[in-house]
């Protein structure tokens, strides 16, 4: 094996699992997750003599974001969103906290899968990648401006969610009970 | 909910679904095969969509429609009785200038089955020299250059690897350096700028392409500027030698600027020529560099330095047939934004403009994005420019815009396309503003005299020749 394919190959084995999880929650999909990180790799792979010196999981991480959002754009295009019935019904049966700390994060879960490609991909960069408000632009090739006001839309559509209001309603009478 | 617990709750929610995705590394060999399978969709849509249709003729001999590019080999029983194998995909005898060497040929299949692994992998029990394929053997430039096939057994596809060594070694002696990896494509090719594979003052690197599709190898050199500005490349098509394979040797001289860029059969787009270890700067790219024209900020420092880098091999020019000159160098908001100017033989200005964007996750600290404006002939103090980075989702419809005046300019008034006009003071000439539908700019000087004017440019001057030039 050539040093190259050697240092890939390390790069590939040790990196997938990371990789795959970014891949799936930009996608939500596990099985899209891997066919995206396949061709992102796949294009790493062909850069590889100019990429591999610099920060090739930059690199691929960038092609996975980016990928992720035309994809979502073309599935888009075919498969309508499906609408979230029995969330907020599952909402209001959590009665213990655990059990509505989880109910609380599947509702989100499943308004992120509600948000366009764009804004789901800034939600995931900016908060879960930690990524700067510069990194995120640069990733998904926009600028600064777009990167700060899609994360302020998303926030937003996902406090106005009617899922998530009940919820904060729930917490709401729960926080007045233990009051009295 | 406040905007801290919602976004709290998000990172929560987002950190239990990828904890809970069993993300198990597969075995490299399924993501070897996987990568396979993906060049050769890639490759599929390439032909069809450049209308190659001759290609479904040669993919139905080498069958990829219906499976793995697995050995559909042609077996050939001599008078002798010993097997005599071809390459699935370059069916034939070995190409290359060492073709009829069978001393040679047959030295790189012993040392192969000398060493017992191919790829870094056991070779199949019972390979023998019949299993080792050569699709090509030959000098090209200063390299001596071997493709070596092999089946494996453990793929889908047969494993290609193109070693290479110093024209005139021996065989053992090229199979010993490290190989470069090639999948089991119907097109793959080699490029090497010396035999140590980096970028060298001198010397003749090599080009080779083999092909199992139809089509052509196109070679482009330049670009060459008029005293206008207008670019002109040097496109030729590569005659084809025996067996569906092109050779060039590739003079390099300016480890600065790339030698050229080809194309390959079933793919229109433009391979570009990089050294092995571009993303090292070529030694003394600012000696003797003027402080900036506008500002007189020293040039100096390796923000400068790749702005000069991005300069020259734009220009396309070599250094010792043109001059370069920092015409501003500062902060653009928050960024740092370096123009360079290299004036080209002919007199004309390429004038490259290259915004950082700092960030800690990459090794050397920068990325960013440049655009390239060619300038005709004159002073360099009366250069007016305009331009718009790329921006594929801008806020609020603007436009970000910047500008970089005459020595003499004071103010820019920026037009956009319903007329209206917005005025900017410049600094040490150089402004920059946010504008909906920019398409022209106006200098003018603190007496309100107009001293420039200039165009907004978007995307820049090309540079690579056109598409299918």
Redesign the interface.
Known sequence: ??????QF?DF??HR???L???A??LTGD?MQ?EDLV??A??RS?RHW??IR???P??YVRTAVARGAISRFRARSRRVAEAPLDGVVADLRSATTDGAQARA???A??RQ?AALPP?MRAV??LR??EDL?V??T??V????T??V??TLSRA?ER??ASAD?REL?GV?ATDDTEVTR | MNDDDLRLLVRDSLTERAEALPAVTPPWDRVRGGMAGIRRRRRRRQALVGGVVALLAVLGAVRVDVGPLRADRTAVTPPDGGRVRTSAIFPGPTVGSLAGDRGFLDEVRRSVLRTGRFADEALPAGTDATDVLVPFAGDVGDLRIVLVEVELGTSATDTFLWFDAARGVPAAEVLRNDPQLTAAELVTSFWLPSPQGRAAEQGTGALVVLSALTGDVRFATGPTWSADGTPTWDVRTLEPMAGRHWELAVPWTDPAVRPGLYTVPGDSGWFDMYPAGAGALPGGLLDGMQPALHGARPAAGVLVARAVASAQAASGALRDRSTRRLLWTGLDGRQPLSVVAVTVPGGAHVVTAVREIPETGSSDGFAGSEVTVAVPAGPLERVALAWAFEEPDPPDGTTGVAVLGPVSATTVTVTDEKGGRTAERLVDGFGSLRVKGPVSVEFTDAAGTTVGEAAVVAAGVPVEPPQGG
């Open positions: 094996m050539s040093a190259d394919e050697s190959r590939v084995l997938w699992p990371q795959v999880r970014y799936y929650l596990a997750a396949q061709v790799l796949e792979w003599g100019r010196s610099d920060n999981e930059a609380e994060r599947d989100v879960w992120l764009r939600v995931v908060l879960w700067t510069e990194e632009a640069r998904l090739g926009c600028s401006g777009t700060k006001s926030t996902l406090r998530l904060a917490r």
